[in-house]
């Protein structure tokens, strides 16, 4: 069987989906890897690199017309999907749940996506096909790195001949995977660290990463199923937006990386926090996406600079700006999901598994998630699949 490896083609996307280092363990399996010529090159791993690990380095169309499982970081584009014949397998972060439509037109084509989104978190045989956390992680580190970079003033606190420098007082909404790297970053750095989230079991976790916790006294847990958040009535989102500018407005700089699995992401940050806060503070929203984001105002990839001086920075795809971490940690997710999906040499489709029943989304011609098909056709997903 023939595992291929495309190079990505959205804007800004230099991940690649597998690293050298990888191909030995799938050519051990009895898989035969072909590598798109270019593919890991935005990521600093060439060609010569995957041909040394035993790859064959092909053009694109020799790689559709070959592959029996093609490998992405993410959705395929739509020259791709229109290229892609029944029996192919694509394997990438597909995000079925914010784009259904996709998943329905793979299922259109004949073809299983497979999608690492959906992997379930919780156990621990699951870690490390993890790419939601892999890659979440490094976004949070990127973030506290990118609001250093732009704040005009130290993050510690300096004592030199020229005077002394108050250290930065940062606010982390939403401290899940990437909210605790950023905070472990920024703390590293020497900030003055806070953090705030929904799910009450974070406090320890934030303050284990010597940040204070912030209770909000008007809004009370919103923990959801399986370790994310719940969505809040509109009652709630209300009174934690008042509450929280309070907050805001005593930071120099705020992340922000709230999600609610398969929602628009919750807006924290109101343009009446943005006016509360000084000029020359920083705002990095992890939450900017097609969907929307945590902060108003703010655009995906794109830094906006408020009337009052305040920087508003869409912080969409901040992974795919250290990528070869981010595609070396994704390679390692991706091969173990694959390797415990392939039996024999082959691709073992098999919904009653536990892992396989989050992460298969189209086979045989049909959306087979609950949680997707259940978008498609309007009727309540009873609990998605995160
Ligand atoms: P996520 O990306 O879905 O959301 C980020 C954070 O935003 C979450 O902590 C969430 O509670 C928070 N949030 C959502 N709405 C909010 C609101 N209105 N106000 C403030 N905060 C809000 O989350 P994630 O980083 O993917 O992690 C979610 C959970 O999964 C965490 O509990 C994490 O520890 C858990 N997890 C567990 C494992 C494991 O068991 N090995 C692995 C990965 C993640």
Do not use: C
């Amino acid at each position: 069987m023939k595992v291929a490896v495309l190079k990505e083609t959205a804007p800004g996307e230099r991940r690649v989906a597998l690293v050298p280092e990888m191909v030995g363990r799938l050519k051990g399996a009895g898989l035969d890897v072909l590598v798109e010529s270019g593919a890991g090159e935005a990521a600093w791993f060439g060609d010569a690199a995957y041909a040394e690990a035993g790859a064959t380095i092909v053009t694109r169309p020799e790689l559709v017309a070959a592959a029996d499982i093609l490998l992405t970081v993410t959705r395929p584009d739509d020259a791709l999907l229109g290229a892609l014949r029944p029996g192919q397998a694509v394997i990438g972060m597909l995000n079925p749940l914010a784009d259904p439509e996709l998943a329905a037109r793979l299922a259109g084509r004949g073809v299983t996506a497979i999608s690492l989104d959906g992997i379930p978190r919780t156990l621990s045989k699951t870690q490390p096909m993890d790419a939601l956390s892999s890659q979440a992680n490094i976004a949070g580190y990127k973030a506290a790195l990118v609001a250093a970079a732009t704040f005009g003033r130290f993050f510690p606190m300096l004592i030199t001949a020229a005077g002394t420098a108050r250290p930065a007082k940062v606010l982390v909404l939403g401290t899940g995977v990437a909210g605790l790297q950023a905070i472990g970053t920024a703390h590293r750095l020497g900030a003055v660290v806070s953090g705030y989230d929904v799910r009450p079991s974070s406090k320890t976790e934030v303050e284990s990463l010597g940040a204070t916790f912030i209770e909000l006294t008007s809004v009370g847990s919103a923990a959801g199923e399986g370790g994310y958040a719940r969505a809040l009535t509109d009652d709630e989102r209300q009174a934690q937006q008042a509450e929280l500018i309070g907050h805001i407005a005593r930071q120099d700089v705020v992340i922000t990386t709230a999600q609610v699995p398969g929602r628009r992401p919750p807006v924290l940050l109101t343009e009446d926090a943005i006016k509360a806060m000084s000029a020359g503070s920083v705002v990095v929203d992890m939450g900017s996406g097609p969907l929307g984001g945590n902060v108003a105002g703010s655009v995906p990839g794109e830094t906006v600079v408020t009337g009052n001086g305040v920087t508003v920075i869409g912080a969409a795809n901040l992974a795919a700006s250290m990528p070869t971490a981010a595609s070396t940690a994704y390679a390692r997710n991706v091969t173990s999901l694959l390797l415990h999906m392939v039996a024999d040499g082959a691709l073992a489709i098999d919904p009653g598994d536990d892992i396989q029943a989050g992460v298969v989304i189209t086979h045989g011609g049909s959306v087979i998630h609950p949680a997707t098909a259940a978008l498609l056709t309007d009727q309540p997903a009873g609990g998605t699949s995160p």
